[in-house]
């Protein structure tokens, strides 16, 4: 089972059935693994990946296909076995491979895949059966100036792609890449951390946090037709990870216990697409969690599956990976 870490990263099939999991542990010299289950998050294995600060991963929709990413690593590797082997992708002219990568998203089937770096490029390109990927660098429509890019995801078709940062910077493309606008309807209040796209493109979630900010977010932003227009709901905090459901109608968000942020963690859910959250009861054998360092979460494509995980990068603090089916949190560590 995956051991009690610093973790960072959460993904998974659209079944549920193989999830990746990724540390940051910065105690040592990138030694935090990349871990892989295939049962549903019932035991975790250590990958054959390098270790590295894991800070993003993705799984296409059958489980075949795992893209992670490090943080200053050894840059980006992909699977196309479920995660018995890794390959190093060899990254754009100009983009080396200790990039400050942050996050990173691939198509159902895998075959298209998107990535940000901090204050560089966005990439996008296509991957082939060997796991072999073929990068075009996207500029038409971004920002000319350095921007703080922190997540990025796309529709099951790869056709829609939304890329947030911290700058604050909130961008669209309907055309798998090629072509970027600014989504004007997202407040510039907001320092943006983490976004989800559903399967076809329409609901956006995104929001915030104080790293690498100045305040935290005020709550959880949601589009519901495709970045027109946004509410809020859900509370103010430090958000570290977004999950949802394929057709958009679950959301949950984790919120990590920041000392720069108003209170304790915790795991919001949403089963009304996004208009309204509620904190979601974490315990364990009836006995409630005492994690408040949320920073992960992860859910099938019915929403029947979630994983959420604890831990904190910047104090090497150390936490759980959590799996419920239902409202039955199992604890695996």
Do not use: C
Not at 104 to 111: I, K, N, Q
Not at 194 to 213: D, E, L, P, W
Not at 288 to 311: F, I, K, P, Y
Request: cysteine-free; glycine content about 14%.
């Amino acid at each position: 089972n995956a051991p009690t870490d610093v973790w960072h990263s959460l993904s998974s099939s659209t079944d549920g059935q193989v999830m990746v999991a990724g540390q940051a542990d910065l105690r040592g010299t990138d030694t935090s693994p990349l871990f892989v289950s295939r049962d549903g998050g019932v035991t975790f294995t250590e990958s054959a990946a390098p270790t590295g600060i894991w800070i993003a991963s993705d799984v296409s929709g059958d489980g075949n296909r795992i893209a992670a990413v490090q943080f200053q690593g050894a840059g980006m590797y992909i699977s196309v076995d479920r995660g018995q082997n890794f390959v190093q992708v060899t990254l754009p002219a100009g983009v080396p491979n200790n990039s400050q990568f942050e996050g990173v998203t691939l198509s159902e089937d895998g075959t298209r895949i998107a990535a940000v770096v901090m204050n560089g490029p966005v990439l996008v390109g296509t991957v082939d059966a060997a796991g072999a990927v073929s990068w075009r660098t996207t500029t038409a429509g971004l920002p000319a100036t350095a921007t703080s890019w922190r997540s990025i995801d796309s529709s099951a078709d790869g056709q829609t792609l939304v890329a947030v940062g911290q700058t604050p910077a909130a961008f669209i493309s309907r055309d798998g890449g090629a072509t970027w606008t600014s989504l004007t309807a997202a407040p510039v209040t907001q320092n943006w951390y983490r976004v989800k796209v559903s399967a076809n493109g329409q609901t956006i979630a995104m929001a915030g946090n104080s790293f690498g900010g100045s305040n935290a977010a005020d709550g959880i932003y949601v589009s519901k037709d495709g970045g027109a227009t946004f509410t809020q709901a859900g509370v103010a905090g430090d958000y570290s990870g977004i999950a949802m459901s394929s057709d958009g109608g679950v959301i949950a968000a984790t919120v990590s216990n920041d000392n720069a942020g108003p209170g304790l963690g915790s795991v919001q859910l949403s089963r009304d697409g996004g208009t309204t959250f509620a904190p979601l009861a974490v315990t364990i054998g009836g006995v409630a969690s005492t994690e408040t360092q949320w920073r992960s979460v992860t859910m099938s494509g019915d929403a029947s599956r979630m994983a959420v995980a604890a831990g904190r990068f910047d104090s090497n603090t150390t936490g759980q990976i959590l799996l419920t089916t239902g409202s039955r949190p199992i604890k695996h560590n």
